[in-house]
């Protein structure tokens, strides 16, 4: 049984056979966490809030790099044994290494029964959804990874079926999650709180949070974060608290670069890099993006959503308005079609 998994990014700067050391930091980090959640699965622990991989669940299996090979920016991860712990079998390894290529598999091919069955805990699950985000590039980093060179398990579609599985799993922990921004103005490392001023109400939230996330809260002290939680509303509907918090993430306003988009087997190439900017809206809890050229007005609680939500726009406008016939359309719809038809073509490849 195999023990290793490569990854071939490509795309940007990978196509000159570099990486950002971020890129490769993220790769690292996220896979061996998701072997920890492997392991921890198989085993049949469950976690609730936090989870903490044992010392006898890191002395079973380690994840090491090999050289990169010649042809491209490859990267594979091979399986050891480690440590004095006794394994539960001898192929634990190959098992384990077998199990998160079905995962990414099953990602990339969006079969969510497959995936709520590797993880049935909905909280672990979310876990090895982040796990996985993580550890591939960021979908507008302009660079995509294959694994074990299969274009069709590509990081393309494993994190738009990522971010669709953690959504659809947050939902089941609570139907009343709601995401809340503002401004980090307290840190108590020692109880894991953390304090939020909310932009409009100017109170302060008081949120629990789990240590994998330490290093990002002290980047972004006094900035904008995102919290998604139970949110108590006072009598006028404005948030006086936040409970059961599944998610803290910081706000990322950093331009969005879109070279294809691909929605329902549909694939269409920008003829040049095109970037789009978020904002915050008034209240600064919505993401706000504005294009005149193709007429966009969207806007949404993550920058997550905002990013697939562009995609769909688009799509939507390139058939009903760049398909359609100019003499189906008006003056301002001709004008929108001449707009696509010059950012954007069908690609088949």
Known sequence: MCSEISFHFKGGSADEHTLPVDC??????????????TL??????????RFRPSKQIKNRVSVVCKPSESGGYYQTLAFHPCGTQVP?????PAEVCQRIKTFLVD????????????????????????SVRKALPAPDSGIYAEVDDE??????????????????????????????????IRIDFEQKK??????????PLDCYYNEEIEAMLL????????????????DNELPQGISDVVCIQEVDLSPIEFGEIVQDGQRLRFKSPTVFVPVLDDSQQLFVLKDDQLGLDICAYTRGEITEDVKSE????????????????TEGALALKRNLLTLLEASNG
């Not at 990602?107 to 699950?125: T, Y």
Request: charged fraction near 20%; aromatic fraction near 6%.
């Open 40 to 49: 921890a699965q198989q085993d049949g622990t469950v976690f609730n809030e």
């Open 107 to 130: 990602l990339a091919q969006n079969a969510h029964e497959n995936v709520a069955q590797a993880f049935p805990n909905v909280k672990m699950r979310i876990k090895a959804l982040e």
């Open 219 to 234: 980047e972004n002290r006094r900035e904008l974060i995102q919290v998604t939680g139970n949110v108590v509303l006072d």
């Open 88 to 92: 539960l079998f001898a192929d634990e």
């Open 194 to 203: 953390l304090v939020i001023q909310h932009p409009v109400t100017r109170k």
């Open 314 to 329: 688009i799509a939507f406008l390139w058939n009903e308005y760049a398909l359609a016939s100019d003499a189906d359309l």
């Open 24 to 37: 490769m930091i993220n790769l690292l980090e996220g896979m061996r966490d998701l072997m920890y959640l």
């Open 151 to 184: 274009p069709l398990v590509s990081s393309k579609m494993i994190h738009v079926n990522c971010s669709a599985m953690a959504d659809t799993a947050r939902n089941v922990i609570e139907d009343y999650m709601t995401v809340v921004t503002g401004r980090l």
